[in-house]
């Protein structure tokens, strides 16, 4: 492994569809490398909850159900781009447009920063229904599960907290599914073009067990450094 190689100088951004896994993978390589998981969903929360003037801006606009704009979700991240704590960084769900891509490239060259490497993780699109319409997330803790692919070890609690209660997304069938990876569709090709045009973007088979889509993952990252 090349002394580059550390959380101070590792900055991924994972990109793939609706279902891809983006989440538990980004989760796993965090782990592994010693990175900060940064998605913009938990940061919206957590902006929110610290009353940030991002985050009351962004509260206001999710309680009448609307989406958050760029400019917050992107000062949002400005914010947490600038913690004491941050090292290295892998950016879950974001960028999901060319003009967040620009937007995140910006933000990181301002801190002196850049991608080390945007891996777009290819699954096969008929399988992702299943994906999608089988997964369910603890309510106090976010932990992920699946109907087929990973049940609680104990039936109605939480590995993680050990919370009793669940939900699912009220948008997770066959029919949305299709309408989001249409979406996907459009909007990926160029942010994909963006990354390869800078050298980094590398394209990985995400289909099978989470291990071996860690280590094929794993491998991106180490031949991006090599």
Do not use: W
């Amino acid at each position: 492994m090349k002394d580059s190689l550390t959380p101070e100088t590792l900055n991924l951004v994972l990109l793939g569809p609706p279902g891809a896994g983006k989440g538990t993978q980004a989760r796993l390589l965090a782990e592994r490398y010693r990175l900060t998981q940064l998605s913009t969903g938990d940061l919206l929360r957590e902006a929110v909850n610290a009353g940030t003037q991002a985050g009351d801006a962004a509260a206001d606009i999710m309680q009448r159900g609307e989406l958050v704009p760029d400019a917050i979700v992107t000062q949002i991240l400005a914010d947490r781009l600038d913690a004491d704590d941050l090292g290295g960084v892998i950016f879950d769900g974001y960028p999901r447009t060319l003009a967040q891509a620009e937007a995140l490239d910006s933000l990181l060259v301002e801190r002196d920063r850049a991608i080390t490497v945007a891996i777009s993780l290819e699954v096969h699109h008929e399988s992702i229904a299943d994906r999608i319409c089988g997964r369910f997330t603890c309510d106090d803790c976010g932990e992920g599960y699946h109907d087929y692919f990973k049940l609680p070890r104990a039936q109605g609690e939480c590995d993680t907290c050990g919370g009793t209660s669940f939900s699912r997304r009220s948008d997770d069938t066959s029919q949305t599914v299709m309408t989001r990876l249409r979406a996907y569709a459009e909007q990926s090709a160029p942010i994909e073009e963006f990354y390869a045009t800078r050298g980094v973007l590398h394209k990985t088979d995400a289909m099978g067990p989470i291990g071996a889509v860690s280590s094929r993952l794993s491998a991106c990252v180490e031949e991006a450094l090599a």
